[in-house]
């Protein structure tokens, strides 16, 4: 087994998601210091495609903490970025 030195570690993908999760994490402290206890489609969206942490996560974590979720508004989100993919790859494939 190899052991790695800091820098490697720190410069590896391993690494970089690490990083990415725990700023991923913050966002969500502060989120739930919100008075509101809603976490919005776009905080999600946020979540899922800035720090790649999965949706399933998100919703269970925010839950666990007794927020609302708004649902309808993110699976919008979801669908008009499934729409602007496929736009895209259909522009490609044109080229």
Same mark, same amino acid.
């Given at each position: 087994?190899?052991?790695? =030195?800091?820098?490697?570690?720190?410069?590896?993908?391993? #690494?970089?998601?690490? @990083? %990415?999760?725990? @700023? #991923? #994490?913050?966002?969500?402290?502060? !989120?739930?210091?919100?008075?509101?206890?809603?976490? %919005? !489609?776009? $905080?999600?969206?946020?979540?899922?495609?800035?720090? #790649?942490?999965?949706?399933?996560?998100?919703?269970?974590?925010?839950? %666990?903490?007794?927020? =609302?979720?708004?649902?309808?508004?993110?699976?919008?989100?979801? $669908? $008009?970025?499934?729409?602007?993919?496929?736009?895209?790859?259909?522009?490609?494939?044109?080229?």
């Amino acid at each position: 087994m190899k052991l790695y =030195t800091e820098q490697e570690l720190t410069n590896s993908p391993i #690494g970089k998601a690490a @990083r %990415s999760y725990i @700023r #991923g #994490g913050n966002f969500l402290i502060k !989120a739930f210091r919100k008075e509101t206890k809603i976490l %919005s !489609a776009q $905080e999600c969206m946020q979540l899922m495609n800035t720090y #790649g942490i999965p949706a399933e996560f998100v919703f269970l974590i925010a839950l %666990s903490h007794e927020f =609302t979720i708004d649902t309808p508004g993110f699976l919008q989100l979801i $669908e $008009e970025q499934e729409e602007q993919i496929k736009h895209m790859k259909q522009c490609k494939g044109d080229s």
